[in-house]
């Protein structure tokens, strides 16, 4: 079978195509917001945000072109399709495609409407009716580009994203002479330790998770340039990967400094975007708002195509055809479009106990990946690791949900609500004594143990079984 080798230009649009993929919703929105709160500790803090925003996804795409895609062949057949379906559910309908759609009404969208707060009532849901409409016509451009994945590299990769490229350079290149005023004081978990609160920040971006799922379909895509050398395959995957974090975290650190410098524009602020489009309206007018309203609802749109094209090429793959490609591309354009109407700040409070759960298995994943070759026994590695990065990951996030629930739950005698706190309080006093416990990483420290551990204990067997 004949290979093809890719072109410069075709290099640059699968770089391209990769940076667009991931620059999205929470890329967006969570970096100013980040740095207003960050205030004074905002270095310390976006260096934080930067390892989880852009160096795990980087390690994530590498970690795909090392196993050659197959970053879960260590994992029981049963676990590995378990954990792949909860990450493409995760990134895809339940909740980082929605919230693409939900970012893009906020800022692309909402600043230009009259009436953006009119409702109408869906079988006795009232619902945002400019969002609904929205959200519909959103969904269905994304199910137009997705339904042709041979075609996302010359469509995402060279048009959409050097558009956004120009928007953004432009909106960093205003930052940068921006005389913004001088940084306040850090409020919250910024005070006490910026880093690890940078670096649980950077979880909402939901990349690390991305990032395992795109490997795959760039993968895909250049198989279907005719690329099917291994080796071609994972170096092109490499350097999309540089071309992508490069990218992000010349974006990211634009964003954070803006939010620390942002002054009398963040206040009152609940967001990221209300602070960029604060920002934007006050240094361009007019004629900011709509190329920041251009900007976001690209890198909307971009991420949500890479999102529905991942999931629905998987799901397909897991019924073994049974699920057409196409018809997937449909039923979950359909269903992102009726999940985002749940609101953008209920997607993101539901989202980050999940995330606090999921982050630890993933990064655990890229780490062993990585050292693979260094356990005497890799499956028992793999798998050991895995399991005790999800056992405190999981406790991380119910202590997260069970605060959550008590802060909207204060009146109520929730049964639901009383159990998980109780459990909380309950395992509490143990948890408490593990480091980084209240920094929502207990998971670290006693997962580096058992990967350190797996390069001496096991029985020794082939690197690659």
């Known amino acids: 079978m004949q290979n093809k080798q890719l072109t410069v230009s075709d290099t640059l649009g699968l770089g391209f195509m990769t940076f667009a993929f991931f620059l999205g919703a929470g890329n967006l929105i969570f970096p100013p917001f980040a740095g207003y709160q960050a205030g004074d500790q905002s270095y310390i803090a976006m260096m934080g945000f930067l390892i989880t925003a852009v160096g795990l996804p980087l390690a994530g795409l590498i970690a795909v072109a090392k196993a050659k895609g197959l970053v879960m062949r260590m994992l029981p057949a049963t676990a590995a399709t378990l954990f792949a379906t909860a990450i493409y559910i995760i990134i895809g309908p339940a909740f980082a495609a929605p919230r693409t759609s939900l970012v893009?009404?906020?800022?692309?969208?909402?600043?230009?409407?009259?009436?953006?707060?009119?409702?109408?009532?869906?079988?006795?849901?009232v619902l945002n009716q400019?969002?609904?409409?929205?959200?519909?016509?959103?969904?269905?451009?994304?199910?137009?580009?997705?339904?042709?994945?041979?075609?996302?590299?010359?469509?995402?990769?060279?048009?959409?994203?050097?558009?956004?490229?120009?928007?953004?350079?432009?909106?960093?290149?205003?930052?940068?002479?921006?005389?913004?005023?001088?940084?306040?004081?850090?409020?919250?978990?910024?005070?006490?330790?910026?880093?690890?609160?940078?670096?649980?920040?950077?979880?909402?971006?939901?990349?690390?998770?991305?990032?395992?799922?795109?490997?795959v379909l760039i993968i895909d895509l250049l198989r279907q340039k005719n690329v099917h050398d291994t080796t071609l395959q994972t170096r092109y995957l490499i350097r999309s990967a540089f071309i992508a974090a490069a990218g992000l975290a010349f974006v990211y650190v634009s964003l954070f400094i803006l939010g620390a410098t942002a002054g009398d524009l963040a206040k009152g602020a609940e967001n990221g975007?209300?602070?960029?489009?604060?920002?934007?309206?006050?240094?361009?007018?007019?004629?900011?708002?709509?190329?920041?309203?251009?900007?976001?609802?690209?890198?909307?749109?971009?991420?949500?195509?890479?999102?529905?094209?991942?999931c629905s090429d998987y799901f397909s793959t897991l019924s073994n055809g049974f699920l057409p490609y196409r018809v997937l591309v449909v039923a979950l354009s359909v269903i992102c479009a009726v999940i985002a109407n749940v609101g953008l700040s209920q997607l993101i409070s539901i989202s980050v106990p999940v995330?606090?759960?999921?982050?630890?298995?993933?990064?655990?994943?890229?780490?062993?990946?990585?050292?693979?070759?260094?356990?005497?026994?890799?499956?028992?590695?793999?798998?050991?690791?895995?399991?005790?990065?999800?056992?405190?990951?999981?406790?991380?996030?119910?202590?997260?949900?069970?605060?959550s629930l008590q802060s909207f739950d204060v009146k109520s005698e929730s049964l639901a609500t009383n159990m998980l706190v109780s459990l909380v309080d309950g395992v509490s006093p143990v948890m408490s004594k593990m480091p980084l416990y209240d920094q929502g990483m207990a998971w670290l420290v006693p997962t580096l143990v058992v990967v350190v551990a797996c390069f001496f204990v096991g029985s020794k067997s082939r690197a690659g079984a």
């Open 355 to 403: 995330l606090m759960m999921v982050y630890p298995v993933a990064i655990a994943l890229v780490l062993v990946t990585f050292v693979h070759n260094w356990f005497r026994n890799p499956r028992l590695a793999h798998r050991a690791a895995l399991t005790v990065a999800l056992v405190f990951g999981i406790f991380d996030g119910l202590k997260v949900a069970a605060a």
């Open 273 to 310: 975007g209300q602070i960029l489009t604060h920002y934007v309206t006050d240094q361009f007018g007019f004629t900011g708002t709509v190329a920041l309203s251009l900007v976001v609802s690209l890198a909307c749109l971009t991420t949500a195509v890479g999102l529905v094209s991942a």
């Open 130 to 215: 400019a969002q609904l409409y929205f959200t519909a016509g959103f969904f269905f451009v994304v199910m137009l580009l997705s339904a042709f994945p041979q075609r996302l590299m010359d469509s995402v990769g060279k048009v959409l994203t050097p558009v956004l490229l120009l928007l953004l350079i432009a909106l960093a290149v205003s930052v940068a002479g921006f005389i913004g005023s001088p940084m306040p004081a850090a409020t919250g978990d910024y005070i006490t330790h910026p880093l690890s609160k940078g670096i649980v920040e950077g979880y909402n971006t939901m990349d690390t998770l991305a990032s395992l799922m795109f490997g």
């Open 104 to 125: 893009a009404f906020e800022i692309g969208a909402r600043p230009f409407l009259s009436d953006a707060d009119s409702t109408i009532a869906i079988a006795g849901v």
